[in-house]
C-alpha cells in the first residue's frame, strides 16, 4: 500500500501560475506533450516486447483520448509501459522538475512557450496551462507492480496514493480550468489532435464513429447491412518517409500529397530524403507547380521529430530557397526546442542543410540526364527555384551550373556551356569577350531583337523575377562573357568586331546633322550621337547604357550607398543616328530647315515608337505630322 504526501521539491513556490501565465498562447501544445508520452510508453512495451523483456499479451496497442463534458476532463489513456510509484517520483516530481529552478530565471527571456518546454523538460507540466488539477492513474508492465496514483491541483504539493487501474499503462486525467474551457470541444480538441498527431505511429483514437457492414442477405438475395460503432482512428501510422523508397510507387507519393495539402495541384516531382549517417533525416520534398508568384508560400514543408509534428516554420533548417517545397521532413537529431539563434550554430543543422542541398541537385540533375524533353517542360516550374538556389548558395550553383537551363526568344533551351558553344563563333567581340545578348520584354525589344538575328545572333530570353541576379552571378562566374540587355546600345556596339563601318558623313557634316537632331529633339535626357551603321539599320536607335541601367534597376530593388546615388540620377538615353541611312543623306540634300527638323524628329519619334516610348503630346504631335507627310 502506497500513501505518501509530499511537495515536490523545487526552491520556488508558485512556479505553475508562472507556467500558465507564460505559456498562455502556446497552451495546445499540453496534447502533443502528453499524446507523445502515452505514444513513447506504448513503444518502449513494443520494444521490451521484441527483445523478450515482456512476455505477457501486448494487446492492440492504442492511445485513446476522451472528453468527459460535464466533469470537464481530457483523459489520455495508453496501453504503454506504465509506471511504478517509484518512477512516477523519480520522472515526475524530480526529472520533470530538474530544470525548474533554472526555469525560474530565465523565463522573462524566453520568447515562445516551445522553447522552455523541451529545455527544461517541462513537457508533462504543460498539462497545468489547462489543467487546475492533474491525476496519473498507471500500472507498471513491471510483475507484481502495484497500481499507483498521483494527483497535484497545480501547487508545489502533490498526493501520491494507491492506485484502482488493472491493466498495464497510464491514464492521465486533466481536470480543465475554466479559462481553458473551449478545449472541452470536440471540434477543437480533434483539430489539434489532427495537427500533431496525424502521423504518429501508434493509432490514437478520439471517439467513435459508425460504419456499415455487410450483414448476410435479405428474403430476396440482396445483401444486407448493419450499423456498427469504430474507434474513430484519427492517424495515418505509416507514413509514406517511414518508408523506404523501394517500397513505394508514384501513386502512393501522390496519395501522400493529397493527404498533406488536399485540394492542391499535383505537384511536379518529389525527393525522398533518407539519411542515417552523420545524422537521422527521413522526409519528402516536393516541387509544387508555381502558378503564379504570388501563390509562393513559405510555410509548407512540415517539420516531425519520430513522427510528432513540430512545426511547419522551418526556416533555419531546409535551405532559404528550398522554401518553396512543400512535404516533410522527420528529424530526431534537429534541436526542436531551443531559440533560433542556438539553432543557426548547430551543427547538425548545417550538416543537414548541405544535405538537402546536395540531395536536391542530385535528384534534379538525374531528371535532367534522364529525360531532358521532360525537363524542358519543367522548366518553366523549376527555373525559378533552381536560378534562386545558384545565386544564394555556392554549393548549389556547381551542381546546378550543368542542368540550369538559358531559354532564347524562340523557346529552344540550352545548358550553359551549349549556349557557349552556339554562339561562340558569331557573338565573339573584338576582345575575345562572348557577348550574352538578352531581352526583358520580348515584345517591348521586337526591333532590338529583329536587328540582332539579322546578324545571326542569338538572343536570351531573361524575363524572370530573379534574372537580373541571375545575370549578375553568371557574368562572375563565366569566364571571358558578358551579358548585354539588347536594348543598351545599336547591336553593332554590342558585339564590336574589328570591321568598323565607316560613316559616310563628313565631319563637318556630323556635325550639322547633330545640331539638327538636337533642335529637333531638344531633351536634356537624350543625348545624339552621329554613328556610321549599316545602311540596313534603322536611322535613329535609342538605347540606355548596361550599367546604368542595372544601377538604376538595383536602386529601385532597395539598395542603398552608391546604388542610391544612382538611383537618382534621372533616366539618360543615348540616340543613335545612322550617318549611313539614305533618310540623313536627304535630310542634308534639302535647304529647308523646317523640313530638315521635321524629318529628324519623325525619325526620332519612330525609334520612341518602335520601343513604346511615345506617349502623350508627343504621340499626338507625331500623329499630326504624319498625316501631313502622306498629303
Ligand atoms: P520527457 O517526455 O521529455 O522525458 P516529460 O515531463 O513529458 O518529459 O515526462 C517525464 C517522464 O515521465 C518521461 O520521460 C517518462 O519516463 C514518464 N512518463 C510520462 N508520461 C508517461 C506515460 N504515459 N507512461 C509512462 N511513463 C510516462
Known amino acids: ?194 495537427k500533431y498527431g496525424q502521423f504518429l505511429p501508434i493509432p490514437i483514437q478520439f471517439g467513435e464513429r459508425t460504419e456499415s457492414e455487410p450483414d448476410g442477405e435479405d428474403e430476396e438475395g440482396k445483401p444486407k447491412y448493419k450499423e456498427v460503432t469504430v474507434d474513430n482512428i484519427i492517424n495515418n501510422t505509416s507514413p509514406i518517409w517511414t518508408k523506404s523508397p523501394s517500397e513505394l510507387n508514384d501513386e502512393d507519393y501522390l496519395n501522400f500529397y493529397r493527404e498533406l495539402y488536399p485540394f492542391s495541384e499535383e505537384p511536379l516531382f518529389w525527393i525522398h530524403l533518407n539519411v542515417d549517417y552523420p545524422f537521422n533525416l527521413t522526409g519528402v520534398l516536393y516541387f509544387p507547380k508555381v502558378k503564379n508568384e504570388l501563390e509562393l508560400s513559405r510555410n509548407k514543408i512540415k517539420l516531425f521529430s519520430r513522427q510528432v509534428f513540430i512545426t511547419d516554420e522551418v526556416k533555419d533548417i531546409v ?12 528529424s530526431p537529431d534537429i534541436p526542436l526546442n531551443v531559440s533560433r539563434s542556438f539553432l543557426q550554430a548547430d551543427g547538425n543543422v548545417k550538416k543537414i542543410n548541405n544535405y538537402i542541398t546536395r540531395k536536391v541537385a542530385d535528384k534534379l540533375s538525374e531528371l535532367f540526364k534522364e529525360d531532358r524533353t521532360a525537363f524542358e517542360e519543367k522548366w518553366k516550374d523549376i527555373g525559378l527555384f533552381i536560378k534562386y538556389g545558384m545565386v544564394s548558395d555556392e554549393k548549389f550553383y556547381d551542381k546546378a551550373k550543368d542542368f ?49 538575328e539579322k546578324r545571326g545572333y542569338d538572343v536570351l530570353l531573361m524575363d524572370g523575377p530573379l534574372d537580373n541576379h541571375f545575370i549578375s552571378q553568371m557574368e562572375q562566374k563565366l569566364e571571358k562573357t558578358q551579358l548585354k540587355r539588347i536594348d543598351s546600345d545599336v547591336i553593332d556596339k554590342l558585339v564590336e568586331k574589328d570591321v568598323v563601318i565607316e560613316s559616310v558623313l563628313s565631319e563637318g557634316e556630323s556635325k550639322t546633322v547633330k545640331e539638327l537632331f538636337d533642335k529637333a529633339i531638344n531633351k536634356t535626357s537624350m543625348n545624339v550621337t552621329i554613328e556610321g551603321l549599316s545602311p540596313e539599320e534603322m536611322p535613329v536607335t535609342i538605347t540606355m547604357d548596361e550599367f546604368m541601367r542595372r544601377m538604376k534597376d538595383m536602386s529601385k530593388m532597395g539598395g542603398g550607398g552608391m546604388m542610391g546615388f544612382y538611383g537618382n540620377l534621372p533616366d539618360n538615353y543615348k540616340v543613335s543616328v545612322n550617318g549611313n541611312h539614305k533618310l540623313i543623306k536627304r535630310m542634308l540634300e534639302t535647304t529647308d530647315e523646317d523640313t530638315q527638323k521635321r524629318l529628324a524628329r519623325q525619325a526620332f519619334d519612330l525609334a520612341l515608337l518602335s520601343q513604346g516610348m511615345l506617349t502623350g503630346a508627343d504621340l499626338t504631335a507625331f500623329v499630326t505630322r504624319s498625316v501631313d507627310l502622306i498629303d
Open 1 to 194: 500500500m502506497i500513501q505518501e504526501k509530499g511537495t515536490i521539491s523545487i526552491h520556488t513556490e508558485n512556479i505553475f501560475p508562472i507556467i500558465k501565465k507564460f505559456l498562455y498562447s502556446d497552451n495546445e501544445i499540453f496534447l502533443r506533450e502528453l499524446v507523445s508520452n502515452a505514444v513513447d510508453a506504448s513503444q518502449k512495451i513494443k520494444r521490451l516486447a521484441s527483445l523478450g523483456e515482456y512476455n505477457a499479451a501486448l494487446g492492440d496497442l492504442k492511445v485513446s483520448v476522451s472528453l468527459d463534458k460535464e466533469a470537464k476532463t481530457i483523459t489520455i489513456s495508453d496501453m504503454g509501459i506504465g509506471m511504478t510509484a517509484e518512477e512516477i517520483k523519480k520522472y515526475i516530481n524530480q526529472v520533470a522538475f530538474s530544470g525548474a529552478t533554472e526555469f525560474m530565471e530565465k523565463f522573462k527571456e524566453a520568447k515562445d512557450a516551445n522553447e522552455i518546454i523541451g529545455k527544461f523538460g517541462l513537457g508533462f507540466y504543460s498539462a497545468f496551462m489547462v489543467a487546475d488539477k492533474v491525476e496519473i492513474n498507471t500500472l507498471s508492465y513491471q510483475e507484481g507492480a502495484e497500481p499507483a496514483r498521483w494527483i497535484c491541483d497545480g501547487s508545489t504539493s502533490f498526493e501520491l496514493v494507491a492506485g484502482d487501474r488493472t491493466t498495464r499503462g497510464s491514464d492521465i486525467v486533466l481536470h480543465i480550468n475554466e479559462e481553458s474551457a473551449d478545449f472541452l470541444e470536440e471540434g477543437k480538441l480533434s483539430e489539434i489532435l489532427k
Open 319 to 330: 535551405p532559404e530557397f528550398l522554401m518553396l517545397l512543400h512535404g516533410v521532413i522527420d
Open 404 to 452: 540550369v537551363l538559358l531559354g532564347n526568344v524562340n523557346g529552344a533551351h540550352f545548358t550553359m556551356s551549349e549556349y557557349a558553344e552556339k554562339v561562340k563563333a558569331e557573338q565573339t567581340n573584338k576582345e575575345g569577350n562572348a557577348i550574352y545578348l538578352y531581352t526583358s520584354d520580348a515584345a517591348k525589344h521586337h526591333s532590338f531583337i529583329a536587328s540582332a
